[in-house]
């Protein structure tokens, strides 16, 4: 073998060495930010990632999980980074596989979650070129994300230490500072996998530095955050009348409980009524709460459009009736948003202020006109007796003609599922029906405890490995779902082994897009409009289930729908319960109970 041909072989097995290397300092890298779960796709430029990830996980450094469908892989990492308030990593391949992670990317950016992509690529001799599985990945999720990142583009083998941590630093910062998706891009030069005496090699002598600077390599780096301007303060007279709206929480998980704390204060002090949204993630026993608001202002209730300020934190709940009511209003609406600067009022009628509400109201209550005072008066306490009142007839009729009895409905099962379901399980709301029933029949009982939902781009997309996502990070977990969003999801049951999270589907099977049935949509034949709009499918669900090793029940009545949810709570891992209902007939269900309570409230 001649002098030349020796020095490529030897620089080419370093290359596959150094690989290895580098991707087990990335990972420890953002490790040491708070990362704690990974979740790999298959693939083979991408495996140099898989190999580092693996051997974190072997040492119970990392958590990690597999997944065939990078879609599927997406929305599960998003699940968990929702529930913890901390970044997940999904690692894939070149090629189309960085595509499939742009649903997930689009609904991370407008839910606000923190996400990391990190995608393995051809090094730029191999761009351009006609080589396989090269695309322009890099422009593929760049519109959504907070940051891309690109690797050096003649292989990551070369990056040094130094450049390692400041690209999980900054990466890091940008996908929790506002929390959103980022991408990171990383050309990978051959060979890719190094022989399992280099391996072994590298993997002993991270082990000696893990017991040498364990502190150093786990600790927790502070975010050095930047602050997200508003061009100027905006403030309501608390003195005065007002109504607070809080629409779906859209901060990290993190800090929930200030947000609370601090909206406990400011109702006490200004004395205003809560309309919350299932997705708020408030209390139940916030005071202030009006439970049945949905139902109260399709019912006409009288709210002066013209002295009730209103104050809206996060973005608007989906409710037609309540943006109807909104656009009528010409006093001062505040908006405030959680880091978000995205202008978030469809009416265009607030201001807004992107600081947060904790900021927002520690402000307010630092102005000298505002200290030290007492702002409760009559009339807005008889302002809030008056809604509570009405509230009260409202949950009384809704009791009495909604009981835990007779066929299966989609309006009785937003009533009864909060109360049925133990408060220690989180409840995931899937992005069509179930989230606008739950907002107008099950009154307070939803904020018994946190609902979650998936409303930033309102898609059905990844449904299912949503709910598993949340349930490995949280811990019991009640999704209710749709047949066509739990279809289109439905590789999201291969997560079930061998994690075994502990999730219950609720399955409400109308034969369809049931959603579509309370339009008002009009085609010239029933065969015409199921065809172009509900599209019923042909697959048995429970069967599909089966496929996957799924335990399942099928609930005929409403009275068999508390022992149908005591067996699933009794199961390990993830179990279905279908229940199928009407959709035609709960259409028309909605509006009779609205005409229904309007009289109500007339007569009383």
Known sequence: MCPRIREVSSQTL??????LIVCLKLLLAFKARGLKYIVLCPGSRSAPLALAAGFLAQNDQLSLITSIDERSAAFLALGISTASGTATAVITTSGSAVAHLLPAAIEADRSTQPILFLTADRPIRLKDCGSNQTVNQEDFLRSVCRCFINGPKDGLHALSSEAINKLAQKSWQHAH?????????????????????????????????FKKNKKTLVGEVQIISNEVGSNSFPTLDISKQGLIIVGPWRGSSKKLNSF???????????????????????????PGLIGNWELLLSAGISISQKRSQILRLGPMPSSRTLQNWLGGIRTKQVLVTEGDSRKLDPLRLS???????VDWWGRMMLQESYKSKDFKNHSKTAFLNDLIEKDQLVETWLDRHLPLA?????????????????????IMLAASSPIRDWLSFSGKHSLNRRCFGFRGASGIDGTLSLGMGLSISIGPTVLITGDLALLHDSNGWLFSNPNRPPLVVLLIDNGGGGIFKQLGLQTESNNSFERLFTMPQVVDTLSLADSYGIPYRQVSCLEDLQASLDWSFSKTGPVLIRVCTDALFDADRRVEIRSLISNHLLLN
Do not use: Y
Not at 14 to 19: K, Y
Not at 260 to 286: E, H, M, R, Y
Not at 351 to 357: K, M, N, R
């Open 351 to 357: 201001a807004q202020w992107s600081d947060g509400f």
């Open 177 to 209: 500072q506002v929390p959103g998706p980022v991408h990171i891009n990383l050309p990978l030069e051959e060979p890719l996998n190094p022989s399992l005496l280099d391996q072994n090699e590298v993997f002993t002598n991270l082990i000696d530095e």
């Open 406 to 426: 007779g066929s299966l409905n989609e309006i009785s099962l937003a009533r009864w599922l909060p109360r049925l379901i133990p408060d220690h399980f989180s």
């Open 260 to 286: 609370k704390d601090v909206l406990q204060n400011c109702q006490s002090v200004t004395g205003w009524p809560i309309f919350a949204d299932p997705l708020s993630g408030i209390s139940i026993d916030q």
């Open 14 to 19: 370093s290359i596959a060495r150094n690989n």
